[in-house]
């Protein structure tokens, strides 16, 4: 469930040229995705007072927070587990992960993780058990993936497994864990919004300008993933014109 708090709202003058009114819009708000059909903050809140926006209509950028609380990121990612690994580096052999769990951590995320080391070999010694890690969410904009780093482990994590997990994001050989490629959904984000602003329809409303759909920021707090989801470009709207 995607749940929207508006905080403010706020318009520009209307302009007027060529039959065509033109406005600035602001709406700034919370938003939250959670598994409860209630919003976290309790019963719907009415609308805030409309303000006024200071200059001229114009394109425009819209940032949406949204929360990622750890019970949502948890079930999430459980959906799709358990999961196996291949690795070559330093020991090659397979990484099963059972089950996750994300917690809160002093300085970004904590992740806990419920899994198997079975190394090709027999003179190598298996793992199976927890491995908790604190890592910092980064986003790139350049790659559209979002990479986890600062790696800490906990101390209740053993001393074998901490160097061997080191070693091998030191490597690169779990790019595939580290770091979450984003490009696909982006793109599946960026059709979505371009086909519901801009596909005609009988409403007598003709819509035209262009969109671009991106993440502004990622952070980790107390609460889980805060993302702000940003959309930046300009929109005409002619109401009952010929394009």
Same mark, same amino acid.
């Given at each position: 469930?995607?749940?929207?708090? !508006? ?8 302009? =007027? ?21 209630? !919003? !976290? ?13 200071? *200059? ?12 990622? *609380? ?15 690994? #291949?690795?070559? #580096? ?14 809160? @951590?002093?300085? *970004? ?11 090709? %070999?027999?003179?190598?010694? *298996? ?8 890592? #910092? ?9 979002? %990479?986890?780093?600062?790696?800490? =482990? ?10 061997? =997990? ?16 984003? @490009? ?15 596909? %005609? ?5 003709? &819509? %035209? ?28 709207? &002619?109401?009952?014109? @010929?394009?």
């Amino acid at each position: 469930h995607v749940h929207f708090r !508006p905080e403010m709202v706020a318009i520009s003058g209307i302009d =007027f040229s060529q039959r065509i009114a033109r406005a600035a819009i602001r709406l700034d708000g919370r938003t939250a995705v959670t598994d409860e059909a209630t !919003p !976290p903050w309790g019963a719907p809140l009415p609308l805030p007072d409309l303000g006024t926006l200071p *200059g001229a209509a114009g394109g425009f950028v819209l940032e949406v927070p949204v929360q990622l *609380g750890h019970a949502t990121l948890t079930t999430a990612m459980n959906a799709v587990l358990p999961r196996t690994f #291949r690795i070559e #580096r330093p020991v090659a052999g397979d990484v099963i992960v059972q089950d996750v769990r994300f917690l809160p @951590a002093e300085d *970004g995320l904590r992740i806990a993780l419920n899994l198997n080391v079975e190394p090709d %070999s027999t003179l190598v010694p *298996g793992y199976e058990g927890l491995v908790t890690f604190d890592v #910092r969410p980064t986003f790139d904009p350049a790659k559209k993936a979002v %990479s986890l780093t600062n790696l800490a =482990f906990t101390p209740e994590t053993p001393v074998a497994v901490r160097r061997l =997990f080191t070693l091998a994001v030191a490597l690169g050989a779990i790019d595939d864990v580290m770091v979450v490629p984003l @490009a696909a959904e982006l793109a599946a984000m960026q059709a979505a919004v371009d086909d519901a602003v801009f596909v %005609s329809d009988a409403s007598g409303i003709s &819509r %035209s300008g262009s969109i671009e759909v991106d993440i502004a920021q990622i952070t980790a707090d107390a609460e889980g993933l805060a993302l702000a989801l940003r959309a930046t470009g300009t929109l005409d709207l &002619r109401i009952g014109l @010929a394009r």
